[in-house]
């Protein structure tokens, strides 16, 4: 799970992954990071180390960004709530991680890309 975790991350992340497809991936982003929340923190401690090299504000920017994600994830009741549990990721919890994703990528993007 923590590797199809990162891969997908680093894919939407670092790449050159369209809107369209940063939103589908969304939905199979959402349950890992509700599996493996310390693994997404794992990669988010890697990604803002690497930026860090290059510009510590940016890093510091980007870590607030990705640890946006998981602290709204927390906040919703759905990180470490269980996958077993039935409908613990609603509708609504997805359309919200979805818009929450998007920017996250548009934010990390934007300050990763700019050197």
């Known amino acids: 799970v923590a590797t199809f975790l990162e891969l997908l991350l ?25 599996c493996e929340p310390g693994a997404y923190s794992a990669l988010a401690g890697q ?3 690497a930026q860090a ?10 870590h607030n960004a990705l640890g946006g994600l998981l602290a709204s994830q927390q906040q919703a009741g759905v990180v470490g709530a269980g996958m077993g549990s039935p409908g613990v990721l609603s509708r ?22 700019v050197r």
């Open 10 to 34: 680093r894919r939407l992340l670092l790449g050159d992954a369209p809107q369209d497809e940063v939103e589908l991936a969304a939905d199979a982003l959402q349950p890992l990071l509700c």
């Open 47 to 49: 990604l803002v180390a």
């Open 53 to 62: 090299a290059h510009d510590p504000a940016a890093a510091e920017r980007v």
């Open 92 to 113: 609504q919890s997805k359309r919200a991680f979805r818009q929450a994703l998007c920017q996250v990528v548009a934010d990390v993007r934007a300050l990763t890309r």
